[in-house]
Every structure is written in C-alpha cells, then in structure tokens.
C-alpha cells in the first residue's frame, strides 16, 4: 500500500503529554520519520530513523514504531508545539515512491 | 550554513509551462539524492519527484508523470523541475528537499533539509 494515514487532529493540555500515530503497511519496513510545520513555513524533520532527533530539536520529542503503526511523542507540550505534525516514508511496494500522511493539526490548549 | 533556496515560482494560465530551480550550499551537493514536494493551499504535502546524485535514476509520483521534469546540474549546486502542461491542481508551494536513507533493523528514510519554497499559482 502507499497510504499513511493519520487522525486529522489532537489536543494536548500545556505540559502534558501527547501522541501522534501514523498507520500503514509501508511502516512494516520503514521507520516513518517525523516533520513539524507551523503557517507559512516549511517543514522541519523532528524525527528521523528509530528515534533520532536532528541537531536543535528538543528531546520532549521522540519516535516509536510498532508493526504497522509509528507514533510520535511530545513529553510535556509547549505552546510552540502547536504546528501540523506529518509522518512519511518511502513506498515499501518497490517503486521508490514517497508518501505523506495527511498529516495532523496538533492544538496546545 | 546548509542552505536550499527555490525560484521560479508565478502565475501562469492553465496549459503552461515554468521552470523552479533549487540553490543549494553550503554541503556537497553532488553527494546527496534531491527531492521535490509540494503542498496546495490548505493541504498536506505531496511528493512529486526524486532525483539521484549522479541524475541518472528519476521518480515522479503518478499526478506529474509525462508533464514534469526533474534535473541537476553538480557543476552549479542547482536542482530544476520543468513543469509542463499545467493544470489548476498543480497550484502549490514547490520545496526542494534533499533526501537521506539508511538501515537500522528497519529501513529508514527522511529529508532532512528542505527550501522555503517557490508559489505556482495556474489559473486563467
């Protein structure tokens, strides 16, 4: 399949802890990684690999995967948090193709 | 700094053609694989094409094949995407975004730097 799909949105309380999944069959052979960005802005890498963050990246972020679900963690959420969080990773049907989730909207209340 | 800076970007009528270019610096360009990806007005991202270092192996996703393509030229640290034969669904921000694998008992795959991105706007 070349679908990753995630909940539209999430809310998470100021401090407390939140998770963002990402569902499909490609995870079964990638870790996804993780990309945050806020309006007008281009996307940013917060997690890469099984659970790496790239230089300047707050560790309140971390990855997980689980067969076919990968999920991203905000261990207490800061209101510079709230951004769309998008999960991808490469086409595991063998055509080299890339693919997006659809992302998610997550509000810092 | 590591850097990627796309142009190019305009309004054009529907049957069109414009052609987006990526600056990179401040890494060596040749040594990297280069992607494409853009995002429609209030949308997510859509990845269009890849590109590898040498540019002898190209992608595109199914919305662009036949109407885009990509190219590189190593010498000048440059990436382009002639678009052709545009339509109004291909309105986006066009990003450059270089392209980084590996394998740690899974596969892992990520683009780590990615441009500000260049506006195409196709309408009549």
């Known amino acids: 399949s070349s679908e990753l799909t995630q909940d539209p949105a999430v809310s998470v309380a100021l401090g407390q802890t939140v998770r963002i999944t990402c569902q499909g069959d490609?995870?079964?052979?990638?870790?996804a990684s993780w990309y945050q960005q806020k309006p007008g802005q281009a996307p940013v890498l917060v997690i890469y690999g099984k659970n790496n963050r790239p230089s300047g990246i707050p560790d309140r972020f971390s990855g997980s995967s689980s067969g076919n679900t990968a999920s991203l963690t905000i261990t207490g959420a800061q209101a510079e948090d709230e951004a769309d969080y998008y999960c991808?990773?490469?086409?595991?049907?063998?055509?080299?193709?890339?693919?997006f989730g659809g992302g998610t909207k997550l509000t810092v209340l | 700094e590591v850097q990627l800076v796309e142009s190019g970007g305009g309004l054009v009528q529907p049957g069109g053609s414009l052609r987006l270019s990526c600056a990179a610096s401040?890494?060596?360009?040749?040594?990297?694989?280069m992607n494409w990806v853009r995002q429609a007005p209030g949308k997510g991202l859509e990845w269009v094409s890849y590109i590898s270092s040498s540019g002898s192996t190209i992608y595109y996703a199914d919305s662009v094949k036949g109407r885009f393509t990509i190219s590189r030229d190593n010498a000048k640290n440059s990436l382009y995407l002639q678009m052709n034969s545009l339509r109004a669904e291909d309105t986006a921000v066009y990003y450059c975004?270089?392209?980084?694998?590996?394998?740690?008992?899974?596969?892992?795959?990520?683009?780590?730097?990615w441009g500000k991105g260049t506006t195409v706007t196709v309408s009549s």
């Open positions: 490609s995870l079964r052979s990638y870790y």
């Open positions: 401040g890494f060596t360009f040749s040594s990297y694989e």
């Open positions: 975004a270089r392209d980084r694998d590996g394998y740690d008992q899974l596969y892992y795959y990520y683009m780590d730097v």
């Open positions: 991808n990773s490469r086409d595991s049907s063998g055509n080299h193709n890339v693919v």
